[in-house]
């Protein structure tokens, strides 16, 4: 493959450029991986700054048709939308952004968006890398709006915000006057929290549901990189396309005030440190998944359960071992 062509179109906007190259940092072999370093190198500091919008909200609440409306809001004011998706469950069923594909048929369609299904049967760390170089080459190919799915069913919505400048909470209306069991953690990560399907009978409970987490944002600690106001809670409508354009003009505000204060920039930097270290880390552990070493590690195991060995002596002799299969390759 070659990477300066390869790079040239994508600077040129060239979606299937960006395409390919986005199923070159998918690929797990070895050659590619080398190719795909190179590539990301190469595109450094190249293109345009998207806004990294991160959107979560568990299965049904509203996501892809949010997504659809949203983007084509975004779009009709000539933005150039990307969506990528972080999906960590194999579990899932039925509502993956690639069926999603013909669901956001009108997107999906539309020149200036371009919507990448999530890279499937694979560990989240994997995912998590492949989505922060997908995102990467959305940037270098000038799209103004990244939008980075994930359905909200676990570790992967810690994931997503470390990977986004915002993060939204999509929340449907609850029928009783609880939270609906959102973690406290994934609240603390919300920039805003929209409360979708504010629309016909649902209106009300909507409403309810909107001051409810309204108030449950007030109790949270105060962050730093929040202007007065946020987080913030907000009804819309993703199928009446009610309440999207006041959503967008506020997460504009909150983006230029953090562009002002300095945030917004010191968050990415920290971002690229914290995927850095992840980088490396995931690098160990797949060590540990190969051949000697997954052995020691298995059979070390065996005698710390059968107390033959100290789990801190056993530790050592399989490091020692890491160590001694970094000096053969
Ligand atoms: N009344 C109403 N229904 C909505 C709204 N947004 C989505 N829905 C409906 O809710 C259902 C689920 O919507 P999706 O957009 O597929 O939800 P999702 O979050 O993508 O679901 P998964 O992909 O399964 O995680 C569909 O029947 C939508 O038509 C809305 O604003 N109002
Ligand atoms: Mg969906």
């Not at 810690?158 to 609880?178: C, H, K, Q, Y």
Request: contains cysteine.
């Amino acid at each position: 493959m070659d990477i300066a062509d390869l790079r040239d179109r994508i600077l040129k906007q060239d979606r299937r450029a960006l395409a390919r190259a986005i199923t070159l940092v998918e690929s797990g072999r070895a050659d590619h991986r080398a190719q795909a370093a190179e590539l990301l190198e190469a595109l450094r500091g190249h293109g345009q700054e998207a806004i990294r919008i991160g959107l979560s909200g568990t299965p049904g609440v509203g996501k892809s048709t949010f997504i659809e409306s949203f983007g084509m809001m975004l779009t009709a004011q000539g933005l150039r939308v990307a969506v990528l998706a972080v999906d960590p469950s194999s579990a899932r069923s039925g509502g993956s952004i690639l069926g999603d594909k013909t669901r956001m048929e009108q997107l999906s369609r539309d020149p200036n968006a371009f919507i990448r299904p999530s890279p499937s049967r694979s560990h989240l760390g994997g995912v998590a890398r492949r989505t922060r170089e997908a995102i990467a080459l959305c940037e270098a190919a000038g799209f103004d709006v990244v939008l980075i799915e994930t359905v909200g069913v676990g570790q992967s919505e810690t994931v997503v915000s470390e990977m986004s400048d915002l993060f939204l909470l999509l929340l449907a209306p609850g029928g009783g006057d609880e939270l609906q069991g959102v973690k406290r953690g994934i609240m603390e990560m919300a920039d805003i929290i929209l409360v979708n399907k504010a629309d016909g009978d649902l209106l009300p409970a909507a409403k309810r549901t909107c001051a409810d987490y309204a108030g449950a944002l007030r109790l949270l600690r105060k962050r730093p990189q929040d202007p007065e106001g946020f987080p913030k809670a907000m009804t819309v409508s993703a199928l009446r396309e009610d309440g999207l354009n006041t959503a967008w003009e506020e997460m504009c505000k909150l983006a230029d005030w953090r562009r002002e204060t300095g945030h917004w920039e010191a968050r990415r930097a920290a971002q690229a440190e914290y995927w850095f270290f992840e980088e490396v880390r995931q690098a160990l552990l797949a060590r540990l998944e190969r051949g000697p070493v997954k052995a020691a590690l298995r059979e070390y195991g065996a005698q710390v359960a059968r107390g033959e060995i100290t789990p801190a002596l056993a530790a050592d002799a399989v490091l020692k071992l890491l160590g001694e299969d970094e000096g053969k390759t």
